[in-house]
T-cell receptor, first 115, second 112 residues
């Protein structure tokens, strides 16, 4: 099966600019996650979708971050305005309850550098 | 917060078994132990999971103590390509509200 697709692979922006990341999950996976991974740390969950509804966004900095999954398939994560501390890898994952280990599959991520 | 404790780093000689420990003393009865690994510049990759019995697949073996408060991931014949950060995670299986909460993991360095 095709994996989780993410784009762009790399992005460099200046602080206070906006940026958007795109994720296309594995076909048929109802649950989609966005994680933020700062260098040297484990991934931190930002938001979880079940189909097109938000299940958990308690760790999402809502003053600057937003995410949507309008048709229950692909998703976008936006940062506006970006801060230096937003420099990180943004990982998207999808899961199916019938899969192994939750059936989590991760994309390769988008590496964001804010200068 | 992550509910597991792992050593920050370990070394292993190529061809030898790598034994990665994990403490999860607060694990509840319906929570599984999961292992994922993350090779540099890639997303985390599933390795194995278990509830109370030992498990083995083509990648690794998972040994869970009888009281379920700790576990060990075993890579039987480590290769240079096994150099990665290994994450031990506890959580419930399946369901729309379940999620993986990562700690800082163990950086395994396989030496030639």
């Amino acid at each position: 099966e095709a994996g989780v697709a993410q784009s762009p692979r790399y992005k460099i922006i200046e602080k206070r600019q906006s940026v958007a990341f795109w994720c296309n999950p594995i076909s048929g996976h109802a649950t989609l996650y966005w994680y933020q991974q700062i260098l040297g740390q484990g991934p931190k969950l930002l938001i979880q979708f079940q189909n097109n509804g938000v299940v958990d966004d308690s760790q999402l900095p809502k003053d600057r971050f937003s995410a949507e999954r309008l048709k229950g398939v692909d998703s976008t994560l936006k940062i506006q305005p970006a801060k230096l501390e937003d420099s990180a890898v943004y990982l998207c994952a999808s899961s199916s309850p019938r899969g192994r280990g939750y059936g989590y599959t991760f994309g390769s991520g988008t590496r964001l550098t804010v200068v | 917060d992550a509910k597991t404790t792992q050593p920050p780093s370990m070394d292993c000689a190529e061809g030898r078994a790598a034994n990665l420990p994990c403490n999860h003393s607060t694990i509840s009865g319906n929570e599984y132990v999961y292992w994922y690994r993350q090779i540099h510049s890639q997303g985390p990759q599933y390795i194995i999971h278990g509830l109370k019995n030992n498990e083995t697949n083509e990648m690794a073996s998972l040994i869970i103590t009888e009281d379920r408060k700790s576990s060990t991931l075993i890579l039987p014949h480590a290769t240079l390509r096994d150099t990665a950060v290994y994450y031990c995670i506890v959580g419930r299986y399946g369901g729309a509200t379940n999620k993986l909460i990562f700690g800082t993991g163990t950086l395994l360095a396989v030496q030639p």
